[in-house]
């Protein structure tokens, strides 16, 4: 079979890495090798994300980058295909058709399991107008039922697990339930398949995913329905030697009694959860349909830390949302304060079509959301400093993810999620090993080597 090669550019979320590195290995079969360039590729994919709206134009700028690729193998042995994956395909196909006509396929975050057919139909083509397939319906079956059994580790050392995906929540501001769809959880039997697959190949840290990764509700071995706490402890027990454990992005509105035990009873469960807020006031709140108030979100970070004092938590923040006064993005403020994470994003509010906030007439100006960003990011860097700082003199495992700019630089993460950066002389990619942290800066640590796991 000859070879081909494959570029996939991603952005957005953990969950469209993995959408990525699942293609890739969809596709190998069929002949398609990865490359970091598009100069000469069979097959340019970009796998988008429709969060934010400069997360869609960046699409559309990055296919004007790809089309004179594409214009210069027309013709060649190895023409071009361009293919739009994810949830802007899945919201906008049209429009990416319209804008974009050398495109050749579009496909939604459901359908990619599809790509080998459609690449065959557009194979099968003889013009580039009949040769445009678009793929957005969601399947009947979990995609999942049709992707290779077989998982290819990375080098890092570090994988994600897929283990929910679509959500019921209806956020106002969201459009994931539209370009996701529906709620839908893996069984625990595929879960502990892949995991094995992962550790068989020298992973160390596993991230299990899922849009409302707490909402996971998968048939266990006796046949009930399993929640994200004892799924936890089943693949804990299952897999002795597993030592990291990691899971993201959960909803406040579902996290029970027994995740809660999970972060006391399961010591390879990292205390770092990323715990999305939003909002830290009431009215904001409600009116983004967040199923959880300012109180409850408090008592739930109280539970954890009482259940594991070295927890600490991350958290995203939307500025700006309609009818948001200065009051409103006060008791934010204070809430970061009050908690005080350890890291956090943080987002102006953009209206994202066909959502429900996007049509309410009362928007914040401009003006005042790039304000109070700016003072929110500040204070979140405040308190990021100050725990990175807290950390200074500590000894703790790090996975080492990748090199840095110089080649003797190896960069990894704390238990905490904090980037560290240490010198070493032998290759570091890929392991664990114990590190004395010696400098904080407000993103990232320094330290020394001690001992290699």
């Known amino acids: 079979m000859a070879q081909k ?21 969809l596709l190998a079969p069929h002949g398609y090798v990865l490359t970091d360039s598009p100069t000469d590729a069979s097959l340019s994919l970009l796998n988008t ?44 196909g049209a429009e990416i058709l319209r804008r974009a006509p050398y495109v050749d396929i579009v496909l939604g975050p459901q359908a990619y399991h599809k790509l080998p057919q459609l690449l065959e139909e557009v194979a099968r083509k003889t013009s ?15 995609k999942f039922d049709f992707l290779p059994l077989e998982r290819t580790a990375s080098s890092t050392g570090a994988a994600y697990v897929s283990i929910q995906e679509g959500c019921d929540k209806f956020c106002t501001f969201c459009c994931v339930p539209y370009t996701r769809g529906a709620e839908y959880s893996r069984s625990v039997k ?12 020298g992973i160390h840290e596993i991230t299990l995913l ?16 399993w929640g994200l706490g004892r799924l936890l402890f089943k693949l804990a027990e299952h897999f002795p030697h597993l030592k990291r454990l990691r899971y993201t992005t959960s909803h406040p509105h579902d996290v029970d009694g027994e995740l809660i035990k999970a972060h006391k009873d399961i010591e390879i469960l990292m205390p770092l959860l990323h715990l999305p807020v939003q909002s830290g006031s009431d009215k904001i709140l409600a009116a983004m349909n967040r199923k959880h108030t300012r109180a409850m979100y408090l008592k739930i970070i109280d539970d954890l830390k009482k259940a594991r004092p070295d927890m600490s938590f991350s958290s995203d923040f939307i500025v700006g949302f309609p ?8 008791q934010t403020l204070s809430l970061v304060t009050e908690v005080g994470f350890s890291q956090a994003y ?20 401009e003006n005042i959301k790039k304000k109070r960003l700016h003072l929110l990011q500040e204070l979140v860097e405040a308190h990021q400093t100050a725990f990175n700082e807290g950390s200074v003199g500590q000894s703790v495992e790090v ?6 700019k110089d080649p003797h630089h190896f960069l990894g993460k704390t238990p905490h999620g904090q980037s560290i950066k240490v010198s070493s002389q032998i290759p570091l990619i890929g392991t664990c090993a114990m590190v004395k942290i010696t400098k904080a800066m407000p993103r990232a640590l320094e330290g020394i080597l001690t001992k290699i796991s």
């Open 128 to 142: 580039q107008k009949t040769a445009r397939l678009t793929e957005t319906s969601f399947p009947l079956h979990s």
């Open 399 to 404: 996975l080492f993810e990748r090199q840095g």
């Open 190 to 201: 595929e879960l502990i398949m892949e995991t094995r697959q992962l550790l068989d190949q």
């Open 49 to 92: 994300c429709h969060i934010r709206e400069k997360a869609t134009e960046k699409v559309f700028s990055d296919l004007g980058r790809l089309r004179p690729f594409k214009e210069e193998s027309a013709g060649s042995s190895n023409p071009m295909l361009i293919a739009v994956a994810g949830c802007t395909a899945q919201a906008e």
């Open 210 to 225: 899922g849009q409302n990764v707490n909402a996971y509700h998968g048939e266990g071995p006796d046949g009930k329905e």
């Open 5 to 25: 090669k494959l570029y996939i550019k991603t952005f957005g979320c953990q969950m469209n890495t993995y959408d990525s590195d699942r293609i890739a290995e």
């Open 323 to 330: 009818e948001e006064t200065d009051e409103d993005f006060a």
């Open 346 to 365: 943080t987002f102006s509010y953009s209206p994202r079509p066909g959502t429900p906030a996007s049509i309410l007439a009362d928007q914040v100006p």
